[in-house]
């Protein structure tokens, strides 16, 4: 599971060749917000050469297309098929353009014999896509949804504050969405790169919400994050310890039984789980 996804600029060759060492779970590779209209062909043809020469095994590769009202949209799904890439994320999603995008997506796959298809996530940057939230995640390519903060706070026009106030509804809508369909529910990012307490304290909240991940613009940001979506020493033990005492009491056919003198049931045994699931090995 992911912890911290970096956005990395697709013309940019200096964050390109280093982007296996930054330590990120995944690479968001943007061809749209970080790419000036008129480098859009060549930060395509540029990460084009980068992935067909450089193996990046143990992390999700993911572009970030321009949205589908633009004229660069085509391309960048076409190319995108063509890349040993996971997942495409696309701005501005509607319902319709995840209908639209799986559709072409399922096209060129099949024209091109490409064995694993694309997952897509969405970025819930509109105030409309809020209303179409359940239909977006629900769809069997979105593989989690992604908090557009900037975007979305100029589409509600409203001042966007690190304290985040006037994302919160939005938050807890992704959050809510995500976990109901079992996706990962991905935080905009923190954008002062210069606050490192900022960061911190904005990512713990994003977490106590149920945010699962923070994306991120500059490589400074990551170790922050990952240690906060990470699980504690304390909570790992525990969990190691719910789980052998579930083993335990199985063996003895015995239907409750308790850690530390507390109760332990069900719930307290899916949370253990999946503790142990966000351990990185």
Known sequence: MKRSLLFIPANSPAMLQNADIFGADAIIFDLED??????????????????????????????????????YYIKDVERAVQLPIH????????????????????????????????????????????????KIVAHARVSGLLLGG?????????????????ILFARQMVIYAAKAYRKEAIDT?????????????????AKSLGMTAKSCIHPIQIDAINEVFSPSEKQITFAKRVLEAE????????????????????????RAKQVLKRVKP
């Open 150 to 166: 900037e975007d979305l706070t100029s589409d509600l026009e409203v001042e966007r504050t690190k304290q985040g106030l006037e």
């Open 247 to 270: 083993k335990e009491a199985q063996e003895k056919g015995l239907g409750v039984f308790s850690v530390d003198g507390k109760m332990v049931d069900k719930p307290i045994i899916e």
């Open 87 to 134: 997942t495409i994320m696309l701005p501005k999603a509607r319902e319709e353009d995840i209908l639209e995008l799986s559709e072409r997506l399922t096209a060129l796959e099949k024209k091109r014999k490409r064995l694993a298809p694309l997952m897509i996530i969405p970025i819930i940057e509109r105030a409309i896509s809020l209303f179409e939230i359940e």
């Open 189 to 205: 990012p923190f954008t002062d790169v210069g606050d490192h307490v900022g960061l911190v304290e904005d990512a713990t909240y």
């Open 34 to 71: 970080a790419i000036h209209p008129l480098e859009k062909d060549a930060a395509r043809d540029l990460l084009t050469c980068y992935l067909e020469r450089f193996a990046l095994p143990d992390m999700e590769l993911i572009v970030r297309i321009n949205d589908r009202q633009t004229p």
